[in-house]
Nanobody
Framework: QVQLVESGGGLVQAGGSLRLSCAAS????????VGWFRQAPGKERRLVGA????????SYVDSVKGRFTISRDNAKNAVHLQMNSLTPEDTAVYYC????????????????????WGQGTQVTVSS
């Protein structure tokens, strides 16, 4: 199995940026498709975006398109979420998750398909 640890969260003013990181240990990270999720208070956990094993394919929900970018460095066992033009609506706990797959270009969009989860990192955007 793979262990995931998120970092980079914090408090930022509206319009600002943050870069979250997801560090993996354990199995070969390049065998996993990865997703970023967020959960606001009182709401269910929702997908923000996802990246394929090889990093060549990404997908984002409409609310973050053009503002958020997911990238990965398999050599360093890390995936990053660059968040720009943040708004108070982006306030949430952000999680990364991993799904093992033999398919290099697979994008996983279903929450229940993810097998491994990090503990989350809080992002708070003030108005």
């Amino acid at each position: 199995q793979v262990q995931l640890v998120e970092s980079g969260g914090g408090l930022v003013q509206a319009g600002g940026s943050l870069r979250l990181s997801c560090a993996a240990s354990g199995r070969t990270f390049s065998n996993y498709a990865v997703g970023w999720f967020r959960q606001a208070p009182g709401k269910e956990r929702r997908l923000v975006g996802a990246i394929s094993r090889n990093g060549r394919s990404t997908s984002y929900v409409d609310s973050v398109k053009g503002r958020f970018t997911i990238s990965r460095d398999n050599a360093k066992n890390a995936v990053h979420l660059q968040m720009n033009s943040l708004t108070p609506e982006d306030t949430a706990v952000y999680y990364c998750a991993a799904h093992p797959t033999p398919l290099e270009s697979l994008i996983v969009r279903v929450t229940s398909d993810y097998d491994y989860w990090g503990q989350g990192t809080q992002v708070t955007v003030s108005s």
